[in-house]
């Protein structure tokens, strides 16, 4: 069993949360194009303490989700798998609470029970990972039961067949993800072909690889709306600042 298959499999039986959601609803798609209108690159900043790739911090989350809030980010994305990627639930929940910007719950989301855990947890967007999802219609299922909790989905795709099961459900928000999820590898050109072919009225998030803003310019003018960036600010949080006027 690979890596993939290992966080997957975990997902399906992830321990359930409890409690009541303590926030309101921040809706992201809304708040990528007030910054956009602003005339700012919509940064979606993410907090992650490792991944597979060898990635690891110790940081103090809390200080990491204010700066970056108060810095201009339009959302948050928090890792909450614990397998590969060091993450917990409890991480959201700390996270959502001192924010005011939306947050995304980015998971191997499977389960509806997951979807509801976001909720509960205080997340306004959860990531659905089509190459992960063994049939459309379980994905046509969480995604509209986001939308029926008040939530959004981030919707991810890494290949073109990704893209065309996505579309069918009309997303708002779709991400596309440079990076491999069976080798890790990044492919930025497949990206871009990717970026390039969707279409207007979807909101095109660029998710992986992102260190600079000759990158995000790049990818700008092929019409990516926003720029999900973890490892290059948990690395140097300051850099958000070059990000979001690049």
Known sequence: MNWLQSVVEAAKNRGRAHGNRERGNHSLSLSIMSAKRRGINPIIAELK???????????????????????GAAGLSVITEPVAFNGSYGLLKEASSLVNIPVLMKDFVVTEGQVHDAYVLGADAVLLIV??????????????????????????????????????????????????????????????????????NVLKIAESGIDSSERIIRLRSLGADGFLIGTSLMKNREKINGFLHG
Not at 137 to 144: C, F
Not at 145 to 163: C, P, T
Not at 174 to 194: M, S
């Open 131 to 200: 190459g992960i999802i063994d049939e459309e219609e379980t994905l046509r299922r969480l995604y509209r039961l986001a939308y029926s909790m008040g939530m959004e989905a981030l919707v991810e795709v890494h290949s073109e067949k990704d893209l065309n099961i996505a579309l069918d459900l009309k997303p708002r928000i779709v991400g596309v993800n440079a990076r491999n999820l069976h080798t890790l590898k990044i492919d930025y050109k497949q990206q871009e072909r990717i970026i390039s072919a969707m279409p207007a």
């Open 49 to 71: 303490m490792a991944s597979p790739s060898g990635f690891r911090s110790d940081l103090d989350a809390g200080k990491y989700v204010k700066y970056i809030e108060t810095a």
